[in-house]
């Protein structure tokens, strides 16, 4: 059993950034898959981005995240994060960090429904 609560949203101008971070509670957060999901009033939760439990797979990024976004995690602090770099209005949304049980692939990573413990998520607010 994992909780996960966020922090760091917050209002930014646009090309500004913000590192949100994902506070797990558990003894198995180690060996869970984390990621970060978005969403926007009357649209479909988004996927962001996910990291796995192996040292030698690279995260995933949705093309909206790669090369302005990185997901990083502390196992040691249970914590996983979220720096969002250059971001635009575009980027508003709330976000959810998320953890599975199972093995997330780059292909999966996407599919909401196979993250089992999700956080309340933390609202992000770009200006232009």
């Known amino acids: 059993q994992v909780q996960l609560v966020e922090f760091g949203g917050g209002l930014v101008q646009a090309g500004g950034s913000l590192n949100l971070s994902c506070v797990a509670s558990?003894?198995?957060?180690?060996?869970?898959?984390v990621g970060w999901f978005r969403q926007r009033p009357g649209k479909e939760r988004e996927f962001v981005a996910a990291i796995t439990v192996r040292d030698d797979m690279s995260p995933f990024y949705a093309e909206s995240a790669e090369g302005r976004f990185t997901i990083s995690r502390d196992n040691v602090k249970n914590t996983a994060y979220l720096q969002m770099n250059s971001l635009k209005a575009e980027d508003t949304a709330t976000y959810y960090c998320?953890?599975?049980?199972?093995?997330?692939?780059?292909?999966?990573?996407?599919?909401?429904?196979?993250?089992?413990?999700w956080g309340r998520g933390t609202q992000v607010t770009v200006s232009s």
């Open positions: 558990g003894r198995t957060f180690s060996r869970n898959s």
């Open positions: 998320a953890a599975s049980v199972g093995m997330v692939v780059r292909k999966s990573a996407p599919q909401w429904k196979l993250y089992q413990f």
